[in-house]
């Protein structure tokens, strides 16, 4: 054995034991796919990919997802010994309180992480946006003799990845675009938490890949590091995205080898001292050889691969001067200019299509907006005017066909934000947000700037009846910690919407759009959407409040001049976003809500939450009905006879 196969297999345990020595302090997390895949690992890190430790987010480096995100020490051993500011006392602090090594790796927490990966499926159906993005960009920006953007997405994905059905739409969508530069390691172990796999994972995985126009290739052992090199260098050479199924043995060297026991639990004291005997492994715990640091160490290596790809970036900016600026600018996340003013709109409009009008007029001033919708374009009226589709043969198009794959969409937008130079945005109905839940839950946790647009957004869409009409889903969106909901009452405050999910970028938003038309307010009033809530209509020492959002806001108008008929005075709010609202200081909050003044919410939803501004709800807790939209509303109580009466009782 070579000085260098020494070292390679020195390397190879020091992060197995890194691992085990981390779940075993902390008395909790999942042993067994670091210790198998460290070799595969290691080979990553310290040979295939291009990244810089000294600068996590250098813009061309490799980026690496840990899909199967429960194996997170893997990911923080090799962080830590390739030179990224995690230090050894970090390691020692696994999953506690305060450390920047949790128990899932979470992006913006650790440096080097690239995708908070927690729900199986997500990390590789994420990824599949992280390559997208690679291909356009490089397709905007590369020019002959100036390759600036040229870099792989690779992930580590387990068997409950390829279980999920997400990573199956998403995975059909990267076949479909020729994502060349994805490569995905499948640890091919055939354990779960159940037992063995074939307990109810029985399909040919490969062939299903190969089915979704994917390259696949097999290596035997995860230890035979040549086999592994060989695999990667076919997938770097195919115009296919690649599968490479990686068998491998969970828990390797352990006496929990093979076993589900290797998978969720710490080894115990017993297990792990036949461990470091079985793999001749000496040290105490979270002891590491210096030859071992040396070797590992990568940041001398990626500051090198960083100069020259800045110094080809000169070289690019002294030819392409105009195109390295724009590069830069939409690098760093800084939005041109917005429009400042709606346009002119001049009859009722669904706020569906008023979405599609600001679109208009945002889509050629912003060129790095771009989105698409799960089969429902029409509906959603997501395409701007002049977008082309994207296609492998058009990697310009800015409109992304995602097919009926609401859950893969709002994964794919994320990884298109994450990775930088793109504004991404996806549209389906707001009844299918439950399909994209996971990803929409991400998106708000990672504090990326993912715009859902969600249409159809109450019972007044009528006919189709309650299987499409939401009920509970603006309340439960808005329980989500960072997701900021918003439903404008009218063209003009959709527009004001998009000016907000566009400008906001430490987390998403989700516009909540009507299908039917709805009258138009004043344009000047509109602009209070900015701040979430304000006084549409007002009376001089109002006796009460109505507040609403979206198209029941013309149901409270309507009840305020029944009101006004009889000598009440009323104030009226729309109310388009909570969360908005609430990031307005409490004075302005209590301006436009007094405390003690008598207050009725209406909204074609869920009453939950309401409490919070409302002492009366006209609300809606029980399913839709299958009928003409205006039919639904009064059978239902929307009515702005109700609404009045509601007020009444409390004044």
């Given at each position: 054995?070579?000085e260098?196969q020494d070292?390679?297999?020195?390397?190879?345990?020091?992060i197995?034991?890194?691992?085990?020595?981390?779940?075993?302090?902390?008395?909790?997390?999942?042993?067994?796919?670091p210790m198998?895949?460290?070799?595969l690992?290691y080979?990553l890190?310290r040979?295939?990919?291009?990244?810089?430790?000294?600068?996590?987010?250098?813009?061309?480096?490799?980026r690496?997802?840990l899909?199967a995100?429960?194996?997170s020490m893997?990911?923080?051993a090799?962080l830590?010994?390739?030179g990224?500011?995690l230090p050894?006392?970090e390691?020692?602090?696994?999953?506690?309180?305060g450390?920047?090594?949790?128990g899932?790796?979470?992006?913006g927490?650790?440096?080097?992480?690239?995708?908070t990966?927690?729900?199986?499926?997500?990390?590789?159906?994420?990824?599949v946006?992280?390559a997208?993005?690679?291909?356009?960009?490089?397709?905007?920006?590369?020019r002959p003799?100036?390759?600036?953007?040229?870099?792989y997405?690779?992930?580590?994905?387990?068997?409950?990845?390829?279980m999920?059905?997400?990573?199956g739409?998403?995975?059909s969508?990267?076949?479909?675009?020729?994502l060349?530069?994805?490569i995905?390691?499948?640890?091919?172990n055939r354990?779960?938490?159940?037992g063995?796999?074939?307990?109810?994972?029985t399909?040919?995985v490969?062939?299903?890949?190969r089915?979704?126009?994917?390259?696949?290739l097999r290596?035997?052992?995860?230890?035979?590091?040549?086999?592994?090199?060989?695999a990667?260098r076919?997938?770097?050479?195919?115009?296919r995205?690649?599968l490479?199924?990686?068998?491998s043995?969970?828990?390797f060297g352990?006496?929990?080898?093979?076993?589900?026991?290797?998978?969720?639990?710490?080894?115990?004291?017993?297990?792990v001292?036949a461990?470091?005997k079985n793999?001749g492994w000496?040290?105490?715990?979270?002891?590491v050889?210096?030859?071992v640091?040396?070797?590992?160490?990568?940041r001398?290596?990626?500051?090198?691969?960083?100069?020259?790809w800045?110094?080809a970036?000169?070289?690019y900016?002294?030819?392409?001067?105009?195109l390295?600026?724009?590069?830069?600018r939409?690098?760093k996340?800084e939005?041109?200019?917005l429009?400042?003013?709606?346009?002119?709109f001049?009859?009722?409009l669904?706020?569906?299509?008023?979405s599609?009008?600001a679109?208009?007029?945002?889509?050629?001033?912003?060129?790095e907006l771009l989105?698409?919708?799960a089969d429902?374009?029409?509906s959603?009226?997501?395409?701007?005017?002049g977008?082309?589709?994207?296609?492998?043969e058009?990697?310009l198009?800015?409109?992304?066909?995602f097919?009926?794959r609401?859950h893969?969409?709002?994964?794919i937008l994320n990884g298109l934000?994450?990775?930088g130079?793109?504004?991404a945005y996806?549209?389906?109905?707001?009844v299918?947000?439950?399909y994209?839940?996971?990803?929409?839950?991400?998106?708000?946790?990672?504090?990326?700037?993912?715009v859902y647009?969600?249409?159809?957004?109450?019972?007044?869409?009528?006919e189709?009846?309650?299987?499409?009409q939401p009920?509970?889903?603006?309340?439960?969106?808005r329980?989500?910690?960072n997701?900021?909901?918003?439903?404008?009452?009218?063209?003009?405050?959709?527009?004001?919407?998009?000016?907000?999910?566009?400008?906001?970028r430490?987390?998403?938003t989700?516009?909540?759009?009507?299908?039917?038309?709805?009258?138009?307010l004043?344009?000047e009033k509109a602009?209070?959407?900015?701040?979430?809530g304000?006084?549409?209509?007002d009376?001089?020492?109002?006796q009460g409040v109505?507040?609403?959002t979206?198209s029941?806001?013309?149901?409270?108008l309507?009840?305020?001049?029944?009101?006004?008929g009889?000598?009440?005075?009323?104030?009226v709010v729309?109310?388009p976003s909570?969360?908005?609202?609430e990031?307005?200081?409490?004075?302005?909050?209590?301006?436009?809500?007094?405390?003690?003044?008598?207050?009725?919410?209406?909204?074609?939803?869920a009453?939950?939450?309401?409490?919070r501004?409302?002492?009366?709800?006209v609300?809606?807790?029980?399913?839709?009905a299958?009928?003409p939209?205006?039919?639904?509303?009064?059978?239902?109580?929307?009515?702005p006879e109700?609404?009045?009466?509601?007020?009444?009782e409390?004044?």
């Amino acid at each position: 054995m070579t000085e260098t196969q020494d070292l390679t297999a020195l390397s190879v345990n020091a992060i197995r034991f890194l691992a085990v020595d981390a779940v075993e302090k902390a008395r909790s997390g999942h042993p067994g796919m670091p210790m198998a895949m460290a070799p595969l690992g290691y080979l990553l890190f310290r040979e295939v990919m291009r990244h810089n430790p000294l600068d996590p987010t250098w813009p061309n480096r490799d980026r690496f997802v840990l899909s199967a995100g429960h194996g997170s020490m893997l990911l923080y051993a090799l962080l830590h010994l390739t030179g990224y500011d995690l230090p050894l006392e970090e390691l020692k602090r696994f999953r506690q309180w305060g450390s920047k090594t949790p128990g899932h790796p979470e992006y913006g927490h650790t440096p080097g992480v690239e995708v908070t990966t927690g729900p199986l499926g997500q990390g590789i159906s994420t990824a599949v946006g992280l390559a997208l993005a690679e291909k356009k960009l490089a397709a905007e920006f590369n020019r002959p003799g100036h390759t600036v953007i040229d870099h792989y997405t690779y992930v580590l994905a387990s068997d409950g990845d390829l279980m999920e059905g997400v990573s199956g739409e998403a995975a059909s969508l990267a076949g479909h675009w020729k994502l060349s530069k994805l490569i995905v390691f499948w640890d091919d172990n055939r354990i779960s938490i159940d037992g063995p796999t074939d307990l109810a994972f029985t399909e040919d995985v490969l062939g299903r890949f190969r089915a979704y126009g994917w390259q696949t290739l097999r290596v035997e052992d995860v230890n035979d590091l040549e086999a592994l090199r060989k695999a990667i260098r076919l997938a770097q050479l195919d115009e296919r995205p690649s599968l490479i199924a990686v068998r491998s043995h969970i828990g390797f060297g352990s006496p929990k080898q093979d076993s589900p026991k290797a998978h969720g639990e710490p080894l115990g004291p017993e297990a792990v001292e036949a461990t470091r005997k079985n793999l001749g492994w000496p040290y105490p715990p979270f002891a590491v050889p210096e030859e071992v640091y040396r070797h590992m160490d990568m940041r001398e290596r990626g500051r090198a691969l960083q100069e020259a790809w800045e110094k080809a970036l000169q070289a690019y900016a002294r030819e392409y001067p105009e195109l390295h600026q724009e590069l830069l600018r939409r690098l760093k996340g800084e939005l041109p200019p917005l429009p400042e003013e709606p346009p002119v709109f001049d009859k009722p409009l669904a706020t569906r299509a008023a979405s599609g009008k600001a679109l208009d007029l945002l889509a050629p001033r912003i060129p790095e907006l771009l989105g698409g919708s799960a089969d429902l374009t029409p509906s959603n009226n997501t395409k701007a005017q002049g977008m082309e589709d994207f296609s492998p043969e058009n990697p310009l198009g800015r409109y992304l066909h995602f097919g009926v794959r609401e859950h893969a969409m709002g994964a794919i937008l994320n990884g298109l934000n994450l990775h930088g130079g793109y504004r991404a945005y996806g549209g389906t109905f707001l009844v299918f947000s439950d399909y994209m839940r996971p990803a929409i839950r991400l998106s708000a946790l990672m504090g990326v700037p993912t715009v859902y647009v969600f249409t159809h957004d109450s019972i007044a869409l009528g006919e189709d009846g309650p299987t499409h009409q939401p009920v509970e889903h603006l309340m439960s969106l808005r329980a989500m910690p960072n997701l900021w909901v918003i439903r404008p009452a009218d063209a003009y405050e959709t527009f004001y919407a998009w000016q907000v999910a566009l400008r906001r970028r430490e987390g998403p938003t989700a516009l909540v759009l009507t299908r039917q038309a709805v009258p138009l307010l004043s344009p000047e009033k509109a602009k209070g959407l900015l701040k979430g809530g304000y006084v549409l209509e007002d009376a001089e020492d109002p006796q009460g409040v109505i507040v609403a959002t979206g198209s029941e806001v013309h149901l409270a108008l309507k009840a305020r001049e029944i009101l006004l008929g009889k000598g009440v005075r009323v104030r009226v709010v729309s109310l388009p976003s909570f969360e908005l609202f609430e990031a307005q200081p409490e004075a302005y909050r209590k301006e436009v809500l007094p405390p003690g003044l008598p207050v009725v919410a209406v909204e074609a939803g869920a009453s939950l939450g309401w409490e919070r501004y409302a002492h009366k709800v006209v609300a809606l807790d029980r399913f839709g009905a299958s009928a003409p939209y205006p039919e639904v509303y009064e059978r239902l109580g929307f009515t702005p006879e109700r609404v009045a009466q509601a007020l009444l009782e409390l004044v």
